[in-house]
């Protein structure tokens, strides 16, 4: 399913946070969202998921709106995996996965919904083992697969992230975005790292103080005199020596 997000700009108490932003993730890619902290990556994420208002522009999921549908619709269209999930924490991870069916559920339904797709989606994270466990009690990366496989389990076709990889050991970050170019559906992701989103997205959005600077490929985006532009450094695209992949490295400024 297609997101545009057309001139949105987001105030906050008189501060602009995101202003006149737009981008399309098309159906099936993975979209990362890429700048320094405080850019606006996770204020668009928010956004889409309908968890903020833009002060003027729209946000569109498909063909219709996301203000002009109910939250409902919205939930159903969008799975959001966030890096923290405190809710969860006095449930077990598949009481907290089961909490992604609640779109397709009744008000009153009682009892665990959809056991399949529950065991489904934490088996796709590697967190099967943990059904049963508490989510409070689990290590930080632990925690985010759980978050994840919540985002999985609500079968929807549109993925939102926030830095999926911040607390994930090296191994795990790579089966993570492995994981997202299986899924088949359009993931928008806030990255942290540039390599990452060089090495794993089809396409990326930069953004510098609230505005989007360029909107593209990997690597026509993430030119040298742009990333020294953004972030103050050196920078280069060069083939990774183990994989041939396209690798960013960067270097502080001499």
């Avoid at 997000?5 to 993730?25: E, I």
């Avoid at 099936?28 to 956004?47: E, H």
């Avoid at 359009?186 to 600077?213: F, K, M, P, S």
């Avoid at 909107?215 to 990333?227: F, I, K, N, Y």
């Amino acid at each position: 399913m297609r997101v545009e997000v057309r001139s949105v700009t987001v105030t906050v108490d008189g501060a602009r946070l995101v202003g006149d932003a737009g981008f399309v993730a098309e159906p099936g890619t993975v979209t990362g969202l890429v700048g320094p902290n405080g850019s606006g990556k996770s204020t668009l994420l928010r956004c889409v998921s309908r968890a903020v208002r833009p002060t003027s522009g729209s946000v569109f999921v498909g063909a219709e709106d996301v203000w002009r549908v109910g939250a409902r619709t919205v939930e159903r269209r969008v799975a959001v995996a966030a890096q923290h999930a405190g809710e969860c924490d006095g449930l077990s991870a598949a009481e907290c996965v089961e909490m992604g069916r609640y779109p397709y559920r009744g008000f009153l339904t009682r009892g665990v919904a959809d056991p399949g797709i529950v065991r489904s989606a934490l088996s796709a994270v590697g967190m099967l083992w943990a059904a049963d466990r508490l989510v409070g009690g689990l290590s930080g990366g632990e925690r985010q697969r759980v978050v994840l496989a919540r985002a999985l389990a609500q079968r929807a076709p549109v993925l939102l992230l926030d830095e999926p990889g911040s607390h994930l050991d090296v191994r795990a970050r790579l089966e993570l975005f492995d994981l997202l170019r299986s899924a088949g559906v359009t993931t928008v992701l806030a990255v942290g790292d540039l390599d990452e989103a060089v090495a794993h997205c089809d396409r990326v959005v930069l953004l510098h103080q609230g505005a989007v600077i360029a909107s593209g490929s990997p690597g026509e985006v993430l030119t040298a005199d742009r990333v020294d532009e953004v972030f103050g450094v050196r920078s280069a695209i060069v083939p990774h020596p183990l994989t041939g992949r396209p690798h960013l490295v960067t270097a502080a400024r001499q």
